[in-house]
């Protein structure tokens, strides 16, 4: 079985693209998040109980973070345990210190730490996503996964450019670079005079 989720939320074309391609290799149960829950790190919902809902056959929503997702997937919801968790697939790349913020990393890191092999998946993109492609990505690695293994406690964070397969060059092994943000927190008043913040960066 692989479990599989994400942080852009359950009905994101992405992950159904990704969960679709990977059934060809096992059986496939979605648990992601009900709405977007981009940047939301590693975070863990404590203070309030988690609402689950099934959307249909092996297709649940919960009111939480990924993190969230793959604990009750894995701890709760399914009968056995994932031979692989795989979370994607995320609009745009995942690069860098990008890793700390993802919700879609975060997920993956949850796996691992359950003693999960687990990847992270994002195409580099912000518009006119080719999603099928990184599906077929995502297959390839899973596939690989299941041959040869994944050493313990490694994951993988998979970052695939915006174009047909046939122009992706081959994969590449690397380590995480640094990024340069323009962090930005944008001062606005509302109607009623009350100061509040927009933060935001790229």
Known sequence: MILVTNDDGVYSPGIQILAKRLRDLDTVVIVAPDRERSAAGHSMTLHRPLLIEEIRESVFSVNGTPTDCVNIGVKGLLKETPRLVVSGINKGPNL????????????????????????????????????????????????????????????????????????????????????????????????RGKRYYWIGGG
């Open 96 to 191: 860098g210190d990008d890793v700390t913020y993802s919700g879609t990393v975060a997920g993956a890191i949850e796996a691992r730490l359950l003693g999960i092999p687990s990847f992270a998946i994002s195409l580099a993109a912000r518009e006119n996503f080719l999603f099928a492609e990184a599906a077929e990505v995502a297959f390839r690695t899973a596939a690989k996964i299941f041959e040869m293994g994944l050493a313990e406690g490694t994951l993988l964070n998979v970052n695939v450019p915006n174009l047909p397969l046939r122009d992706i060059q081959g994969t590449m092994i690397t380590r995480l670079g640094k990024r340069i943000y323009h962090q930005m927190a944008v001062e606005r008043i509302d109607p």
